[in-house]
Antibody, heavy 117, light 115 residues
Framework: EVQLLESGGGLVQPGGSLRLSCEVSGFIFGSYAMNWVRQAPGQGLEWISAITGDSGRTYYAGSVKGRFSVSRDNSKNTLYLQIDNVRVDDTAMYYC??????????WGHGTLVTVSS | LPVLTQPPSASALPGASINLTCTLDNEHRTYTIEWYQQRPGRSPQFIMKVKMDGSLIKGDGIPDRFVGSSSGAERYLTLTNLQSDDEADYHCAESHTIDGQVGWVFGGGTKLTVL
């Protein structure tokens, strides 16, 4: 069964850092590009980052460029998102998603990040 | 960047049909979009891709009641024989490569209520 499981969310103070993880199973991880998408409470979906299967290319939304860093370890079947200098408006559910045929065909259940002092 | 516009809400009775609309801005009217369903408290689920010519790529297990189509800058998701389980937020999205940079844009989502 194909599964994506996010972790690493929680309560963090403004200006702090955290690293989100997305552990996958049920498919050949290195063969797929991956995305991070977030959803603020009561709001729509916002794409924030993508990474190719071989980590050769990374991409970011303008709203997070310079503060977020995406990476992956194909030997551990795990995708990461490093978030630095967090802001209150980073509060959201963060989802990882697999990209296949140009669509996000499999999504994790999400991990909640709350930024508050 | 492309702009995708969705009405914020829609409603219909069980057993009825409803069209959900995603409108691309004129500059990007030829783009392919994806539809996602997000039930309350759940993560999004891929429904289908809809191309400008109306051709589709459906996600696994998506019932035949979910039909995609296209007209000009508008992309449609038609749900027939509505069921209570269809009550959800429906998001459209598109992926693009501009100047070598990959990105995705989502519409604001439509909250579908099955009355």
């Amino acid at each position: 069964e194909v599964q994506l499981l996010e972790s690493g969310g929680g309560l963090v103070q403004p200006g702090g850092s955290l690293r989100l993880s997305c552990e996958v199973s049920g498919f050949i991880f290195g063969s797929y590009a991956m995305n991070w998408v977030r959803q603020a409470p009561g709001q729509g979906l916002e794409w924030i980052s993508a990474i190719t299967g071989d980590s050769g290319r990374t991409y970011y939304a303008g709203s997070v460029k310079g503060r977020f860093s995406v990476s992956r370890d194909n030997s551990k079947n795990t995708l990461y998102l490093q978030i630095d200098n967090v802001r209150v408006d980073d509060t959201a559910m963060y989802y990882c998603a697999r990209t296949s045929r140009g669509a996000n065909d499999i999504w994790g259940h999400g991990t909640l990040v709350t930024v508050s002092s | 960047l492309p702009v995708l516009t969705q009405p914020p809400s829609a409603s219909a009775l069980p057993g009825a049909s409803i069209n959900l609309t995603c409108t691309l801005d004129n500059e990007h009217r030829t783009y392919t979009i994806e539809w996602y369903q997000q039930r309350p408290g759940r993560s999004p689920q891929f429904i289908m891709k809809v191309k400008m010519d109306g051709s589709l790529i459906k996600g696994d297990g998506i019932p035949d009641r979910f039909v995609g189509s296209s007209s000009g800058a508008e992309r449609y998701l038609t749900l027939t024989n509505l069921q209570s389980d269809d009550e959800a937020d429906y998001h459209c999205a598109e992926s693009h490569t501009i100047d070598g940079q990959v990105g995705w844009v989502f519409g604001g989502g439509t909250k579908l209520t099955v009355l």
